[in-house]
């Protein structure tokens, strides 16, 4: 696959991404697999890994600030 921003090849990797749930919690999934480019750090996630992306914010509860969980599909 070829990046949409500089056209280089993205590799598979895994990243730690945050996600701003609600106003005031931020839930931060670690080792989450993208492709990310080798070039310009453009990424992106694929279906699968954004479906269970979904599952896992519709989850959590949002009276911390702050979560950390580890991605696992």
Do not use: H, W
Not at 8 to 18: F, G, V
Not at 51 to 71: H, K, T
């Amino acid at each position: 696959m070829k990046c949409t921003v500089c056209g280089a090849k993205m590799r598979a990797t895994t990243s730690d991404l945050p996600f701003k749930t609600t106003e005031e919690t931020i839930l931060i999934l670690r080792s989450l697999p993208v492709l990310q480019c080798v070039n310009c750090a453009q990424y992106l996630i694929e279906d699968a890994v954004l479906r269970r992306v979904d599952e896992i914010l519709e989850s959590i509860d949002g009276a911390a600030e702050l979560q950390i969980i580890r991605y696992a599909a």
